[in-house]
């Protein structure tokens, strides 16, 4: 019973800040990388950010190097996607994703390398 739950999207104003959860359920996040992804309408998915099973390692795409950071806490089995200094740009579906395999500091902001997928938050940037 793998599960991914995104919640935290909204209406937010250029510059302004929004944190994204991903409950995961049916499996641990010690065990398994987690990435997030966006994708606007008209446009191809893509990678945003990965934070790796063990070790703490974190990937970003350039996009939002700087802006955004990726934690979790396994306690909670949750994954969070705090986002700063918004730009309209920014608006997209926001989708939390498992990634199948690696070595426990491994991640990746490709898509074909993540098994389940939620079913994603909106996040509008608008003044």
């Known amino acids: 019973q793998v599960q991914l739950v995104e919640s935290g999207g909204g209406l937010v104003q250029p510059g302004g800040s929004l944190r994204l959860s991903c409950a995961a359920s049916g499996f641990a996040l010690d065990d398994w990388a987690i990435g997030w992804f966006r994708q606007a309408p008209g446009k191809e998915r893509e990678g945003v950010s990965c934070?790796?099973?063990?070790?703490?390692?974190?990937v970003y795409d350039d996009s939002v190097k700087g802006r955004f950071t990726i934690s979790k806490d396994n306690a909670k089995n949750t994954v969070y996607l705090e986002m700063n200094s918004l730009k309209p740009e920014d608006t997209a579906v926001y989708y939390c994703a498992r990634l199948r395999t690696g070595s426990p500091r491994y991640c990746s902001t490709r898509g074909y390398e993540y098994d389940y997928w939620g079913q994603g938050t909106q996040v509008t940037v608008s003044s």
């Open positions: 934070i790796s099973r063990s070790h703490g390692l974190t």
